[in-house]
C-alpha cells in the first residue's frame, strides 16, 4: 500500500521512529540496527528524520542499514556517511551479496559493518567446501578493510561455529534468539 501512494518513505521513517521508542527501556550501550528503504536515499527527509532521531534518542547507538544494492551512488553515500558521523550514528550495508555485492562501494563510503545475506550464510556448515571458501574469502577481505562482518540467517550452533572459525565478528539469526511479539 505504501508504495502505491509513494509513502515507502515515510513508512520506513515510522518504523525507525517506533522501533527507538520501543527500545527505551532497553540499556543505550545497546546498538540498534535501523532499517532505510532505497526509496529514502538521497532525499533530504531521510536526512531530516535522522536528525530527529538523534534529538529524541541523544545517548542511544545506533547504525542505519542501507541495502547493498542501492549503495550504488558514491557522492550520495559519501554525504550521508558524513551527516552519520556527525550524528554519531553508525552505517551498515545490509544483505550483501544477495544483489550487485559491489566491493568498490566499501572503500568509498566506507561503512562500520557489512551484514552477509542469508542466502551466502545460512546453512554453510552444510555447504559445499567451495562456497564456504567464497564466502570466507570474501569476509576476510571486508574484515581487512577494517570493517566488521555480520553473518545473517544463523539459525544451527554448527552454522554458528564455522562461521566463527572463517572470522565473523557478528551474527543474526534464530540460534541467537527469535523475535518477541
Known amino acids: 500500500a505504501a508504495s502505491e501512494l509513494n509513502l515507502e ?3 520506513s521513517e515510522s518504523f525507525r521512529v517506533r522501533g527507538l521508542e520501543d527500545s527505551a527501556s532497553l540499556p543505550n550501550e545497546f546498538n540498534l540496527f535501523l532499517n532505510t528503504h532505497p526509496a529514502e536515499l538521497g532525499t533530504p527527509e ?3 528524520s535522522l536528525h530527529l532521531l538523534r534529538d529524541q534518542f541523544p545517548e542511544q547507538q ?8 542501492a549503495v550504488t551512488n558514491p557522492s550520495m ?3 550521508l ?9 553508525q552505517l551498515a ?23 552477509f545475506d542469508m542466502k551466502l550464510t545460512r546453512c554453510i556448515s552444510r555447504a559445499p567446501s567451495e562456497r564456504q571458501g567464497i564466502v ?9 578493510l577494517g570493517i566488521i562482518v ?13 562461521l566463527v572459525e572463517m572470522g565473523f565478528d557478528l551474527g543474526q539469526g534464530y540460534y541467537y534468539g527469535r523475535p518477541n511479539r
Not at 63 to 68: D, R, V
Not at 150 to 162: C, K, M, P, R, T
Open 81 to 89: 556517511r558524513a551527516v552519520l558521523e556527525d550524528l554519531n550514528i
Open 9 to 11: 518513505g515515510k513508512l
Open 46 to 48: 531521510l536526512l531530516e
Open 136 to 144: 570466507a574469502t570474501i569476509a576476510n577481505l571486508v574484515q581487512e
Open 93 to 115: 550495508f545490509d544483505d550483501f551479496g544477495e544483489g550487485r555485492a559491489r566491493l568498490v562501494e566499501l572503500g568509498e563510503a566506507k561503512p562500520h559493518f557489512v551484514k
Open 150 to 162: 555480520l553473518a545473517e540467517g544463523v539459525e544451527s550452533i554448527e552454522d554458528h561455529e564455522i
Open 62 to 69: 545506533m547504525t542505519l542499514e542501507i541495502h547493498e544494492a
Open 77 to 79: 553515500m559519501q554525504t
